[in-house]
């Protein structure tokens, strides 16, 4: 799921940015690419969206998405 496709959902950038401490304005920045998502705020969405959203699919660099998917193998055993 995208963070688009989330946000359209589940209603606007204020729900999502109370959960993971991130601005709506931020949220919002995200959400149209005008900003790169930083791997800290890949896993505060993943986490804010309680998993509907996965790191790797807000991630644009290759290495930081292999070291997202690890972290999850390692924390799920």
Do not use: C, W
């Not at 950038?13 to 401490?21: E, I, M, P, Q, R």
């Amino acid at each position: 799921m995208t963070l688009e496709e989330y946000l359209t959902q589940h209603g606007a950038a204020k729900k999502l940015s109370d959960k993971t401490g991130i601005s709506p304005p931020e949220i919002s920045r995200l959400r149209s690419g005008k900003k790169k998502v930083t791997f800290q705020n890949a896993a505060l969405i993943e986490y804010g969206t309680d998993g509907a959203i996965k790191m790797e699919s807000l991630l644009d660099d290759q290495h930081l998405r292999t070291v997202a998917g690890f972290i999850r193998a390692n924390v799920s055993q």
